[in-house]
Every structure is written in C-alpha cells, then in structure tokens.
C-alpha cells in the first residue's frame, strides 16, 4: 500500500514537485516524473494529492511559507525599515527561483472563505505579515492615516511590479537593481509618509 512506504507523505511529494520546477521549470513537473523520482508508481501520489492543480497548490504554499519566513527574520524595530526590508526579501525571493515565484500566483485567493486564524493559507499569512509593519508605522505616525488593506496592498504592489520587471530579462546588474527596488519602496514611502507638523 503507498501508504505504508517509508518516508512517502504530501510533504515529501510536494518537495520532489518543488525540486523538479526548480530543475526544469514547470514544462518538466508530471506526476509521472514525481513518481520516477520517489520511486514508486504514479498512482501511488493520488493517497497524496488529488491532481497536478493539488500538487501545485502544495508547491505555492510552501513558497509562501518560505517568503513568511524570510519575512519573520526581519527584526528591524524601525518600521518604514522593515517594510523596506521586507520588498527587498520579497524580490529576493522572486529572484532566486523565477519559475517558484511563477507558481506561487498560479491561484487567485478565495476571498469567499473565512478560514479560522490557524486555517490561513500561508499567502493569507505572509501578507498578513507585511501589513503589520504598515500597521506599526501608521500607529507610530511614519504613515499617514489612511485604509491600512489599500496602503498593503499598495506596497506589494510595488514589490511584485519592480520583481516582476527584473524578471522581465533586463540585465541590469546587482547593484542597479537593488536601486530599482529602493527607488519604488522609497517614493511610494514618501507619498504616504505623514505631513510634518
């Protein structure tokens, strides 16, 4: 029984789907190539996941949990900081696995649902995240007092629009992309920073 088989589980098939996107990009995930892989039959991954649209789910939220991870290591108590540093993690994460990032907007949130705090989905959770530090610097007046969900959404906006760029295939260098990412967070920043008083 596939079930029976050590070391078989959703995690492990979600993990051989990751490391074959990484490898070949999308074009190269089969289940059948996840099954030669573990070394069992593809049958054997139904007990796992339901399809190849389960599987990729399974993918886009262990990279959500990733990115909530980098996220959590931002320690930063200056807010305007750490919302600096988390665009950069973000467009970091972009960066370093372009056919990962892919996936993990392959599905439209289900605003219908309202899941218990501990049933987020971990996309759900690391924008979650990100709104804190909005929340903190409008709390701390860096921010003006605006509608904290449109002001999130604005700064992931710009982190996904300057990743997504970079992704495009210009070739700009290190260096010239890490202003590029600064200059957007930093304008926007300054567009709703709080006016002195």
């Known amino acids: 029984m596939p079930n029976d088989r050590p070391g078989l589980n959703r ?11 990484v490898a070949d990009g999308l074009e190269g995930l089969s289940l059948r190539r996840i099954a030669a892989d573990l070394g069992v039959t593809a049958p054997a991954l139904y007990a796992y996941v339901d399809d190849k649209v389960d599987l990729l789910r399974g993918v886009a939220e262990l990279e959500f949990e ?4 980098r996220f959590d290591a931002i320690d930063t108590p200056d807010p305007l900081a750490r919302i600096r ?10 960066l370093e696995d372009p056919a990962l990032f892919r996936v993990m907007f392959l599905f439209r949130p289900d605003w219908a649902q309202q ?13 979650a995240l990100g709104a804190s530090a909005i929340d903190a610097a409008m709390a701390s007046g860096a ?3 605006a509608d904290p969900l ?5 700064v992931w906006a710009a982190a996904h ?3 997504s760029v970079l992704l495009a295939g ?14 957007v967070i930093d304008n926007l920043l300054a567009g709703l920073a709080a006016p002195e008083r």
């Open 11 to 21: 995690a492990a098939v979600v993990m051989a789907a990751r490391d074959i996107v």
């Open 66 to 69: 990733r990115l909530a991870d």
């Open 85 to 94: 540093e988390q665009a950069v993690a973000y467009v970091n994460h972009a």
């Open 115 to 127: 899941p218990s705090v501990d049933e987020l989905p971990a996309a759900t959770k690391t924008f």
């Open 143 to 145: 921010l003006r007092s």
């Open 150 to 154: 449109l002001v999130a959404i604005s």
């Open 161 to 163: 629009g300057a990743a």
């Open 170 to 183: 210009i070739n700009l260098g290190a260096e010239y992309e890490s202003q590029v990412v600064a200059t």
